[in-house]
Each structure stands twice: as C-alpha cells, then as structure tokens.
T-cell receptor
Framework: AQTVTQSQPEMSVQEAETVTLSCTYD???????LFWYKQPPSRQMILVIR??????QNATENRFSVNFQKAAKSFSLKISDSQLGDTAMYFC???????????FGQGTTLQVKP | GAVVSQHPSWVICKSGTSVKIECRSL??????MFWYRQFPKQSLMLMAT?????????EQGVEKDKFLINHASLTLSTLTVTSAHPEDSSFYIC???????????FGSGTQLSVL
C-alpha cells in the first residue's frame, strides 16, 4: 500500500520570501505520479503542480517548483516570492498509474504573513 | 479547463434520513470518479472508486451499504449516505478524470451536517 507523509503540520513565511514544504512517500510501484494540491478556505482543491515519476526533470509552474528525489522517495514543494493568496492548506498526493487513485498526505497549513 | 460540478454544496438533515450527493463532469466524459471524505483540518480520505457501468470499489473500512455509489452514465456519479447519523457529518468531495493517468478534476465539495 502507498503512504504519503507530510511532517510539517503548520508553516509560516513572510510575504515575498521562499518556503519549502516537505513530503515523503512509500510505494512499490515503478510508474506513478506525484502532485501538490492547494486547498484554500473555500475548500476547493486546486492543482499546483504535477510530476511524472519517470521524468527526472523537476516540474515547475511559475513560482512553484518541486525537488523530486525518486530514490529517496521525496517530493518537496518550493514556493518562491510568497504571496498572501498562497495562504492555504497544501496536500502532497501520490497517484497510482495502475488504478488512478490519489492518496493524500496529512497536509501542511501555510500562512503567508504581510 | 475541465469542470466538475458537485451538488448540493451543503445539506442539513435529520438523523435516520438519506442524502444524495451528485457529481457531474460538465465538459468531458468521466470513466472514473472518486469519492473522498474530509474532516476539519484533516486530509482527504479515499472512500471509493466509481467506474461507469460497474460496481464501485470501496476502500477498506468504508461501509458499502452506508455509502451507496452509482455511476450510471459517463457524466454522473452519485453518493447516497443512507440512514445518516451525526458521525456521518463531514465534507465530501468527488473527483473525476477522463481516464487512467489523465488529469483529475475536483468538485467543490458538499458539507453534510446530520442533526
């Protein structure tokens, strides 16, 4: 069974600074996907970034980038130039290529301070 | 982008009644839909996988007779919470994709409160 662990329940960062959220996972599958989702107070799940496990290059989406270490089963999210609108709960998720299921980590609540 | 519509957004019901939640894919055909449950400030817990035209696959510990899932068409899946009790109060979220390994889109969720 797959597991996803986010060891930082809460984090804070000053506006315009950089913050990194950590995530580790465990799986016996070879082909899979990894995701970071943002859940603001509205509770709508918003995809931040997606990484295919077979790709060595780290995914990047504007201010958001990941550090994917496949051997270490680590998938951290870096948010650069943090904005007040980045305040939300962030979930790391493992996606099985076999079933399409997403398994989520416990979440990290991020607060961006002015 | 693809849109998944979920209704109702919130529902309050009396203990013992049944509640139906709908999840629709508006601009694509969803061969697979997933149902999640989320308690306040906690993670999303996968309840079941819904495949069009076949029986849903439930995760371990989820009562299939309590949470009835129907995926009768490629654009609609429903979750019925039968004989709801206060402990069933939670935030329920659906998600849908066009196929395996395709992008997953989430509904806006349904807050269920059972009195």
């Amino acid at each position: 069974a797959q597991t996803v662990t986010q060891s930082q329940p809460e984090m804070s960062v000053q506006e315009a600074e950089t913050v990194t959220l950590s995530c580790t996972y465990d799986t016996s599958e070879n082909n899979y996907y990894l995701f970071w989702y943002k859940q603001p107070p509205s509770r709508q799940m918003i995809l931040v970034i997606r990484q295919e496990a077979y790709k060595q290059q780290n995914a990047t989406e504007n201010r958001f980038s990941v550090n994917f270490q496949k051997a270490a089963k680590s998938f951290s999210l870096k948010i650069s130039d943090s904005q007040l609108g980045d305040t939300a709960m962030y979930f790391c998720a493992f996606g099985s290529s076999n079933t399409g299921k997403l398994i989520f980590g416990q979440g990290t609540t991020l607060q961006v301070k002015p | 982008g693809a849109v998944v519509s979920q209704h109702p957004s919130w529902v309050i019901c009396k203990s013992g009644t049944s509640v139906k939640i709908e999840c629709r894919s508006l601009d694509f055909q969803a061969t697979t839909m997933f149902w999640y449950r989320q308690f306040p400030k906690q993670s999303l817990m996968l309840m079941a996988t819904s495949n069009e035209g076949s029986k849903a696959t439930y995760e371990q510990g989820v009562e299939k007779d309590k949470f009835l899932i129907n995926h009768a068409s490629l654009t609609l899946s429903t979750l019925t919470v039968t004989s709801a009790h206060p402990e069933d109060s939670s935030f329920y979220i659906c998600s849908a994709s066009e196929g395996l390994n395709e992008k997953l889109f989430f509904g806006s969720g349904t807050q269920l409160s059972v009195l």
